[in-house]
């Protein structure tokens, strides 16, 4: 599933709702942000890596896709994956396998992807800043969530349940 709007529409909490109605749901839900870790960090961040495969690697480590397995890995702002990266997490996503950094063998973890993005990523394939192979993986059923100044109707919802959640209502 891929979620599609800008900043704030509550992409997040559609991709919360679609693993809490799921069959997965009383799995873990996984969430990333892609652009919050840094480039040299990505590949250990989602797959893990073991003890000494890199200095600082002082214990095994499972990734993001070991942490998501039988529920949901949510990738916020997917368009900020760099290519290389692309081609890996296809990989673990179609045959549902992935190696750990410093390891040799395979890891097995079976989990249904969520995306949102607030990116034009047939865009990005166009100017080959995305693999189409990988967007069209993550791009097999889409939710587009309109901006909010188009949901007035949903303002006062918001404040009753930021204000429940404060303790203030």
Same mark, same amino acid.
């Given at each position: 599933?891929?979620?599609?709007?800008?900043?704030?529409?509550?992409?997040?909490? #559609? $991709?919360? *709702?679609?693993?809490?109605?799921? /069959? /997965?749901?009383?799995?873990?839900?996984?969430?990333?942000?892609?652009? *919050?870790?840094?480039?040299?960090?990505?590949?250990?961040?989602?797959?893990?890596?073991?003890?000494?495969?890199?200095?600082?690697?002082?214990?095994?480590?499972?990734?993001?896709?070991?942490? $998501?397995?039988?529920?949901?890995?949510?990738?916020?702002?997917?368009?900020?994956?760099?290519?290389?990266?692309?081609?890996?997490?296809?990989?673990?996503?179609?045959?549902?396998?992935? #190696?750990?950094?410093?390891?040799? #063998?395979?890891?097995?973890?079976?989990? /249904?992807?969520?995306?949102?993005?607030?990116?034009?990523?047939?865009?990005?394939?166009?100017?080959?800043?995305? /693999?189409?192979?990988?967007?069209?993986?993550?791009?097999?059923?889409?939710?587009?969530?309109?901006?909010?100044?188009?949901?007035?109707?949903?303002?006062?919802?918001?404040?009753? $349940?930021?204000?429940?959640?404060?303790?203030?209502?």
């Amino acid at each position: 599933t891929l979620i599609l709007g800008e900043t704030g529409t509550g992409k997040t909490l #559609t $991709a919360k *709702a679609v693993h809490e109605m799921s /069959r /997965r749901s009383a799995q873990p839900f996984i969430a990333v942000n892609c652009g *919050a870790i840094p480039e040299q960090l990505l590949e250990s961040e989602f797959f893990g890596h073991t003890k000494g495969a890199f200095s600082g690697a002082h214990a095994n480590k499972e990734g993001y896709i070991g942490a $998501a397995h039988n529920g949901t890995l949510f990738l916020d702002e997917i368009g900020e994956l760099p290519i290389h990266l692309q081609v890996k997490l296809l990989r673990a996503i179609e045959n549902k396998m992935y #190696t750990p950094v410093g390891s040799n #063998t395979p890891k097995v973890s079976s989990f /249904r992807l969520i995306a949102a993005t607030n990116q034009d990523l047939s865009r990005m394939v166009l100017e080959k800043k995305m /693999r189409s192979d990988f967007y069209y993986r993550v791009h097999v059923l889409s939710i587009t969530l309109p901006p909010l100044r188009e949901r007035s109707g949903d303002i006062p919802l918001l404040v009753e $349940a930021y204000m429940e959640r404060k303790g203030l209502s």
